[in-house]
């Protein structure tokens, strides 16, 4: 009976962000920008990642503004345990800071009921010099906790939290695991008809996390509506039944949570090439990436490598015009850990070819040595810059590490719990 | 559980149900949610006493520096303005003419500044949990209100010491008077304040400018010298001065000097009026879109 009752209804929600140009937090950069487009010269302030986004989502830019979220609606019930999926760059942190209205959207709206506490961090607010049992009632007040409603919950606050005899020591002199406790301890006991909860589960210990997760589901089973946004899918299929899944700003999945994990895996796979050719443009063109290729000792194209085996990669580029200052960036991302693991640069020790370089293909090669990524999947980005202009960024290649061996993973676990596995050896000194 | 007891409702019913938050693109100029400011009572106290528990936490002289700024500045300005650059202060006796007029000008110097760096100085906060904004600049509000407190116990015992205020009639009147001059300055120093904060996010020069300005400001004020000290071709910047008249009337009110011309009140109120308004509209339309630009 209870999950019938609409609380939260999106409607055609979308957030826009107007790219490099929103502020420069001085009247002086601001000057320069205006100057610079005004003249049609590039805006010396323009950052990296602008520029690539404008290349790389094309779809997403419309009127110089990046679409963050577009058109996206669904409905949510009282009681429900929405999971929110997507990969980086999707959409979900502007969706969660549009449902807690941390920021305004562009269009469309939101409609909830009831009290609204969203966690897109824990411990904000904690004021360093003040007593844990004042950063409480701080913390709490800021979640939108009554003063009331902490005192109520205040011995069980403490409980939670595990630090009962610091409890009076101001937070400064906390190590950064007691501070996560309390500021958990004080979220988790927020009593909001709905709660919005972004990945702060990825704190603490494992056993604390654990807790965390259990106090969640408890959250849920007294009738609460609860958003999560995570990247752990293990934590989204335990605590959601039903998931969204966002794409590009976009809403492309609305439904049981098993099913959409599925197409969100589905997806990612189904989009991994180890090796990519990339077609020169209609028009005239500068500098464009032409291929990028994962390969193996023997040069072999393969999606798959071993750990123990070392791998290259391989960057074909081709220059229209003479060029200076032509570099080559290339960085390895983890994608499970959503981190770049290498982050290397064509030239990176050789600066001669930094000069003056003739129109024409060019092949080059990285090599790296055996051991050196972990298992897991990765993601290859490479761009092609002079000093102010990026002429072409591509990162739809992707290769995983695997472990045919087994000598670097101990025996009962999935995986070393590093993010290198380079095998050094060690010599007894005596 | 609700839903058990009217079981009958239909989904479009239920849809037509008022929402308790409705999130859209645009909220009027005028809207400053005040209602839910109010609501936010308690998250306003708790900033109150974080503002003034962190201030002295870890000192030896604790509280006490609340009062031993002003009488240090006061004793300054004695030997500055009094002694050596020997300014008139109309037969009032210097310590109690500075202390007079400083009490009045920290209070607003610390309501202006205070409230001006709202978005640059909470965007942690403000870009992980929204409450409503307004409640951070009337915290900072009522824990001057508290200081100022403080250094006006100061200021009335060193009156008495000087053998002044004996008559209650006028104690009582004076008292009464002193909130309303109060509750301008607050509303003064709130309104310029939350002009430059929604400035500030997008233009970090204004921060640069603020002290400076407030500086000058001070000067420009009758805090160190009494409006008669003016030439006369000068004195219409006791009349522009919005900080004049309050400064001037504070120190009418407790120390029996002349009054502010009525000119400088009627623009005084005026002026503060329309800040006021002008800072509330700029803030409740900046605070929506603030974490986007910080």
């Not at chain 1, 209870?2 to 957030?15: A, D, F, H, Y």
């Not at chain 1, 609606?73 to 807690?100: C, H, P, W």
């Not at chain 2, 609340?66 to 210097?94: E, S």
């Not at chain 2, 001037?248 to 011309?261: A, I, K, V």
């Amino acid at each position: 009976m209870r999950g019938s009752e609409t609380i939260i209804k999106v409607e055609n929600l979308g957030k826009d962000y107007r790219l490099g140009v929103i502020n420069h937090g001085m009247l002086y950069r601001d000057l320069q920008s205006w100057f610079a487009r005004w003249r049609g010269r590039p805006d010396p302030n323009a950052k990296f990642k602008d520029v690539s986004l404008h290349q790389e989502e094309e779809h997403r830019m419309r009127d110089g503004n990046f679409l963050a979220l577009d058109d996206v609606s669904f409905e949510v019930k009282r009681g429900d345990t929405l999971g929110i999926v997507g990969r980086n760059g999707a959409g979900k942190s502007t969706l969660l800071k549009l449902l807690s209205r941390i920021t305004q959207p562009t269009r469309g709206s939101i409609k909830m009921r009831g009290h609204v506490a969203s966690l897109l961090e824990v411990g904000t607010g904690f004021h360093p010099e003040l007593s844990g049992r004042e950063n409480i009632f701080l913390n709490g007040a800021i979640l939108g906790m009554s003063k009331a409603s902490i005192r109520r919950n205040l011995d069980a606050i403490i409980d939670f939290s595990e630090i009962e005899q610091f409890i009076d020591t101001p937070v400064k002199r906390y190590s950064s695991g007691m501070y996560v406790r309390l500021a958990f301890a004080v979220a988790a006991h927020l009593e909001p008809e709905i709660l919005i909860v972004d990945e702060v589960l990825a704190v603490g210990d494992i056993a604390f996390q654990r807790k965390c997760l259990g106090k969640m589901q408890s959250v849920n089973e007294s009738g609460r509506t609860v958003l999560f946004v995570s990247h752990n899918l293990t934590a989204v299929s335990k605590l959601c039944s039903r998931c969204i899944l966002l794409s590009g700003g976009r809403l492309v999945a609305d439904s049981s949570t098993a099913e959409v994990l599925n197409e969100y895996v589905s997806a990612v796979s189904s989009n991994r090439k180890p090796s990519r050719e990339y077609p020169l443009p209609d028009g005239p063109f500068e500098a464009r990436i032409r291929r990028v290729s994962v390969t193996g000792p023997d040069h072999k194209i393969a999606s798959v490598r071993d750990l123990s085996e070392e791998f290259s990669i391989e960057v074909d580029y081709e220059i229209s015009e003479p060029m200076e200052g032509l570099s080559i960036g290339l960085q390895i991302v983890s994608v499970e850990g959503d981190q770049t693991v290498i982050s290397l640069s064509d030239p990176e020790l050789d600066w001669s070819r930094l000069e003056a370089r003739a129109p024409g293909y060019y092949k080059s090669r990285v090599k790296f040595p055996a051991g050196l990524l972990n298992t897991g999947l990765y993601q290859v980005r490479v761009g092609m810059s002079s000093k102010y202009k990026i002429f072409h960024v591509v990162e739809d290649i992707h290769f995983e590490i695997i472990d045919n061996v087994g000598i670097v993973v101990p025996l009962g676990y999935e995986r070393k719990n590093s993010l290198l596995a380079m095998q050094i050896p060690w010599e007894l000194r005596s | 559980m609700r839903n058990l007891e009217n079981g009958l409702t239909v989904e479009t019913a239920k849809d037509s149900q008022k929402w308790d938050h409705v999130v859209t693109p645009s909220q009027g100029w005028f809207d400053f949610e005040l209602g839910e400011t109010w609501r936010s009572r308690d998250l306003i106290s708790m900033l109150v006493k974080r503002d003034f528990v962190s201030v002295y936490k870890q000192t030896i002289l604790g509280p006490l520096w609340f009062v031993i700024q002003p009488v240090a500045t006061t004793l300054v300005f004695v030997l500055l303005f009094g002694t050596i650059a020997r300014l008139p202060t109309g037969g009032t006796p210097p310590f109690l003419f500075y202390l007079s007029g400083l009490v009045m000008w920290n209070f607003f110097a610390a309501s202006f500044s205070k409230t001006s760096d709202i978005f640059a100085g909470n965007a942690h906060i403000f870009s992980k949990v929204y409450f409503p904004r307004l409640t951070v600049p009337i915290a900072a509000l009522i824990s001057n209100l508290l200081t100022f407190a403080i250094q006006f116990v100061l200021f009335l015992i060193a009156a008495i010491a000087y053998g002044y205020l004996h008559d209650p009639v006028a104690i009582a009147t004076a008292a009464v008077l002193t909130l309303l001059l109060v509750f301008y300055t607050a509303m003064l120093g709130l309104g310029i304040g939350l002009c430059v904060s929604s400035l500030t996010t997008r233009f970090r020069d204004l921060g640069n400018l603020q002290g400076f300005a407030l500086q000058l400001w001070m000067y420009a004020t009758p805090v160190i010298y009494p409006v008669s000290l003016l030439p006369i071709n000068m004195r219409v910047i006791s009349i522009v001065n919005p900080m004049a008249p309050p400064v001037t009337s504070f120190r009418n009110l407790w120390l029996g000097t002349p009054m502010p011309d009525p000119m400088s009140w009627i623009f005084g109120f005026i002026f503060t009026a329309a800040v006021l308004l002008l800072g509330l509209s700029l803030f409740s339309h900046t605070q929506r879109l603030a974490t986007d630009t910080i």
